[in-house]
C-alpha cells in the first residue's frame, strides 16, 4: 500500500470509526479541511470506504426515492405488501397517508377526499387534531344506502370529527340511475357549489381502481356484467373520482361514467396537490397511466405496485 493510500485510510479511519469531525482531522494532520473532504471522497471512490445502511426499512426508502426521481413525483411513501393479507396492505397504506398528513395539514385550508375501501382505511388511521380553519371537501357524489361507511360523505364527516374542522356535503349520487337524475343534480345549485369547491381544494387525497377486477364501482355493486364487458371493450385501465380513463390518461365515456357525478380527471388534473393511494398488483397499469399524464404529486403505494413502477 502506497502512502498515499496510507493517508486514506488513516483520515477514513479517524472520520468513520474515531467520529472525529473534518475539521479535527484537519488540525491533528496539519491539512485543509477542503482536503480532509477530498481525501474522503476519494476513498469513497477507490472502494476503501464502503457505506451500509443496516436497517430493515433502507431498501424500501431506497425504493422510494428511486421511484419519486424517476416520476418527477414529491413524495413516494412504499407500504410493505409481504406475507400478509390485501386488508392488512390497504391498511398500512391508510396509516402511510395518516402520517404524510400530519407534516403537510398545517399549509393547507382546504382538502378534497374522495371515496372507498382505501380511502376509508386513510380516515381510520388519522389521530385526533385541532384544525378549525381546515374545510373537508367530497370530490365525488357522497348518498348511497350500502356500504355507507365507504361513501365520500361518510369519510368526510368522520375525517372532520378528527380534524374539529369544517366540512362540505356532496348531496348526490356517485352514479345517478340515469343521465335525466344526473343532469338534474348537476344543475342544482348546492351540487354545483360543492364541485366548485373541490375543483378549488389545496390538496385532493384519492383512491385509483380498476373497474374490472378492482374497484369501489365494482366492489359495492354499481356496476353489472354488460358494464363491465362495455368496460373491457373500450379498454379502460382505471377509475378516480367520476371518472374512467385508458392507458395513455385520458377519459374514456361508458354508459356507466356517464352517469357518475363528481370531478372529471380533467378536474383532478388541476388540483394544486393530488395524493393518490393504491394497493393491489391489479392497480399497477392504472398508477402509470396517470403518473404518464404527470398530474400526481405525491404517490403512496404497497410494494406490489413499487416493484413494477421500479424498473
Not at 413525483?73 to 402511510?96: H, P, R
Not at 374539529?164 to 335525466?180: D, R
Request: glycine fraction near 6%; charge should be negative; proline fraction near 2%.
Amino acid at each position: 500500500m502506497g502512502q498515499k493510500e496510507n493517508i486514506l485510510v488513516q483520515i477514513s479511519l479517524l472520520f468513520y470509526e474515531e467520529g472525529l469531525t473534518q475539521t479535527e482531522i484537519a488540525k491533528k494532520l496539519n491539512i485543509s479541511r477542503p482536503t480532509v473532504a477530498a481525501r474522503l471522497q476519494e476513498a469513497k471512490d477507490k472502494g476503501i470506504v464502503k457505506i451500509s445502511i443496516q436497517h430493515e426499512k433502507a431498501d424500501i426508502i431506497k425504493q422510494q426515492n428511486k421511484i419519486a426521481e424517476k416520476y418527477n413525483l414529491k413524495t413516494v411513501l412504499i407500504a410493505s405488501s409481504d406475507n400478509q393479507s390485501s386488508e392488512k396492505t390497504k391498511s398500512q397504506v391508510g396509516t402511510l397517508c395518516s402520517w404524510f398528513m400530519e407534516d403537510h395539514i398545517i399549509n393547507i385550508n382546504s382538502l378534497g377526499i374522495g371515496w372507498g375501501t382505501t380511502i376509508y382505511e386513510f380516515v381510520q388511521a388519522v389521530n385526533y387534531q385541532d384544525k378549525p380553519d381546515l374545510s373537508i371537501v367530497p370530490l365525488i357524489g357522497g348518498v348511497g344506502n350500502t356500504d355507507v361507511q365507504y361513501h365520500s360523505n361518510h369519510l368526510a364527516f368522520i375525517l372532520a370529527q378528527k380534524y374539529n374542522c369544517k366540512v362540505n356535503y356532496f348531496y348526490a349520487p356517485a352514479i345517478a340511475e340515469n343521465i335525466q337524475m344526473k343532469n338534474s343534480f348537476e344543475q342544482s345549485e348546492i351540487v354545483k357549489e360543492t364541485i366548485n369547491k373541490g375543483k378549488n381544494v389545496d390538496m385532493a387525497i384519492l383512491g385509483v381502481g380498476n373497474p374490472i377486477e378492482s374497484s369501489t364501482y365494482n366492489q359495492l355493486g354499481y356496476i353489472n356484467k354488460d358494464e363491465i364487458q362495455e368496460i373491457v371493450i373500450s379498454k379502460v385501465v382505471g377509475d378516480i373520482g367520476a371518472d374512467f380513463f385508458d392507458e395513455n390518461g385520458k377519459s374514456v365515456n361508458t354508459s356507466v361514467s356517464e352517469r357518475m357525478i363528481g370531478l372529471s380527471l380533467d378536474d383532478i388534473s388541476e388540483i394544486k396537490e393530488l395524493v393518490i393511494l393504491a394497493s393491489g398488483k391489479e392497480k399497477v397499469n392504472s398508477i402509470k397511466a396517470l403518473l404518464n399524464k404527470d398530474i400526481i404529486d405525491h404517490l403512496i403505494i404497497d410494494s406490489d405496485i413499487a416493484n413494477e413502477l421500479y424498473f
